[in-house]
């Protein structure tokens, strides 16, 4: 039996992951910011064409950064999508701000840029770009609504490694790029992120608020004669042992993305033919965007759909899943933040959109994936 069941998630591993974290061990050197976490900052420095990348423990502490550096303060406004992860707020609600949700955009399920600028107060300080599935929000006009009124940007690019907008890194675009390499994303290390900082003045304060609050690292570099606090920080960085394991991925990020990215091409393919008879609709890539293949899902006509879906898909031992729970209408959204609009899409979208398994090695099960759905939805009353 056990050999049937498919899960939503399975982690790929390398194969290499283990003799990296061995020679970790033999150099001595556990903490962080050792050998491997500069192969990664280089790789992530000369993938993206980012001013500086920094390893962290997370999309989330990356995030929790990027607010600091912002220097994000108590009654600030941020500018964010309600469809999406807890983080996306959380990292600014530390900080005392409010995060402003705004609707997405029915195609892409990003946030909708043509709703920002109603949604700018004086209080408003910055713009949380969440490139949803790994395809990219609509940029020139959300970097060209932050210029007119003086805002950050960040990208909380937790999906979005590898992906581009005409031809830039995700995450490279705004003032700052949040990446996750938890291990439901594509390139992975159990629990793992990296903050990009793409204008130089944050460079030197992103080192002192990732140590701590501390000017160690200029001190290792003999910039300093003594090392001690100089701001507020706190230890957002991984040890060597999870940096080892995530050089292993990084090395192998292009051919992991060209499987993905078949995986991704063979269920479009296999669901063209409900999309033309109006059962589902598929997830739409516009023409700027080069995406990762991080997520396949499908949007049906009603919840009811969804959950029947889900179970027929569970009864057959495969895992489907739903998400977000949008932040506006969960208790701490209410609490901390506000909405602006009535944000119809998010409501509607996150009722209707599926999940389906997407990793390396489940290519076997795709066409009876394709088909049970078929299946399932063609029986359903039009
Ligand atoms: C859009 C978004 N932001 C942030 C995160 C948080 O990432 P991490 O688990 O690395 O903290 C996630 C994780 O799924 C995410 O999807």
Known sequence: MTEHITPFNKPYMTGRELWYI???????????????????????????????????????????????LADIQAGDE??????????????????????VFVDIRPDTLNIDETLIEAAITPRTRAIVAVHYAGVACEMAAIMAIAQRHQLLV???????????????????????????????????C???GALLINRPRFGERAEIVREKGTN???????????????????????????AAFLWAQMEEAEPITRQRLAIWAQYHQGFAELEHSGKIRRPVVPQDCEHNAHMYYLLLDSLET?????AHLKAQGIGAVFHYVPLHTSPAG??????????THT????????????????EDRIEEIIALVQHYLERQPA
Not at 172 to 187: L, Q, R, V
Not at 334 to 343: C, D, P, S, T, Y
């Open 216 to 242: 160690r690292g200029q001190f290792f570099r003999g910039q300093v004669d003594k090392y001690t606090w100089v701001d507020i920080g706190s230890s957002y960085l991984p040890g060597e042992v999870t």
């Open 78 to 99: 941020i500018i964010m999508p309600s469809y999406t992860f807890v983080s996306t707020a959380n990292a600014f609600v530390l900080r005392g701000a409010v995060p």
């Open 190 to 192: 159990g629990e793992g």
């Open 306 to 310: 969804r959950s029947g879906l889900i």
């Open 347 to 362: 409501l509607d979208l996150a009722d209707r959109l599926l999940r389906l398994p997407l990793w390396i090695g489940v």
């Open 154 to 188: 960040i990208e909380d690019a937790a999906q979005a490694v590898m992906s581009r907008y005409r031809g830039q890194a995700l995450g490279t675009i705004g003032d700052f790029g949040a990446y996750s390499f938890h291990e439901t994303k594509n390139i992975i």
């Open 334 to 343: 209410q609490q901390f933040g506000r909405a602006h609009g009535e944000l």
């Open 22 to 68: 061995a020679q970790a061990y033999n150099h001595g050197h556990l903490s962080g910011d050792g050998l491997f976490t500069k192969h990664c900052h280089a790789w992530l420095e000369q993938h993206t064409g980012a001013h500086k990348a920094l390893l962290t423990h997370s999309c989330t502490a990356a995030l929790e950064m990027a607010a600091i």
